[in-house]
């Protein structure tokens, strides 16, 4: 099986509290690297940085993903 790439896309949008939609795995990449420093050194983000840097399964990046947003209370009140 080939690494993913940059472009390929997670398993699903998602979007934070402020409607920023994280659709790839560079959005992802992206959106962590915009978080502020105490953020990104959270565990859940730390995960889900190796996870993308790792190769892993867009399903698997998506809920770590979805996990630390939830963990920061940045998922939108459904």
Not at 5 to 23: Q, Y
């Amino acid at each position: 099986m080939a690494k993913p790439k940059w472009s390929d896309s997670l398993a699903r949008i998602i979007r934070d509290r402020h409607g920023t939609a994280i659709e790839t795995r560079d959005d992802a990449r992206a959106y962590i690297l915009t978080l502020p420093a105490l953020r990104q050194q959270r565990a859940v983000w730390q995960r889900a940085a190796r996870l993308l840097m790792d190769g892993a399964p867009a399903d698997e990046v998506t809920r770590q993903i979805e996990t630390a947003l939830s963990v920061d209370g940045e998922l939108p009140i459904e």
